[in-house]
């Protein structure tokens, strides 16, 4: 998960990734979209396909290169966990539920109207 946090901590890595999400592009389509010079995108490519986050295939004197996900889904999963409730977080939004639940329950009984109030 190192390599891939690394890999797309370069602004430039990650248009790369989102440029190849509608298919495949060759190197120099690549390198065209951008201002800095052709072995410098060279060099980020290298750097997406270590981290396995793309894949390239020589057809005739091109290169073509195209998206991987399967290595994101570590990190994904890994950041997932600051999104999702946890611990007592979790236990007390049940707890909110329950208490909301009870009360329209509790409303929709006779002799429970809004205001009334139960004398012993």
Same mark, same amino acid.
């Given at each position: ?35 800095? &010079?052709?072995?410098?995108? &060279? !060099?980020?490519?290298?750097?997406? /396909? !270590? %981290? ?21 889904? %570590? ?27 009870? /009360?329209?329950? /509790? /409303? ?9 109030? !139960?004398?012993?």
């Amino acid at each position: 998960m190192d390599e891939v946090v690394e890999a797309i901590a370069d602004p430039i890595r990650r248009d790369i990734l989102e440029m190849l999400r509608d298919g495949r592009l060759a190197a120099g389509d690549i390198a065209a979209r951008f201002p800095v &010079s052709r072995p410098a995108v &060279s !060099r980020h490519l290298r750097v997406l /396909r !270590r %981290a396995g986050l793309v894949r390239d295939e020589v057809v005739g004197r091109q290169r073509f290169y195209r998206l991987e996900t399967g290595p994101l889904a %570590a990190l994904v999963e890994w950041l997932a966990r600051f999104d999702r409730p946890g611990g007592w977080e979790h236990r007390l939004d049940a707890l909110e539920t329950e208490v909301y639940r009870t /009360r329209r329950e /509790r /409303r929709g009984r006779p002799g429970h109207a809004a205001g009334e109030t !139960r004398t012993a």
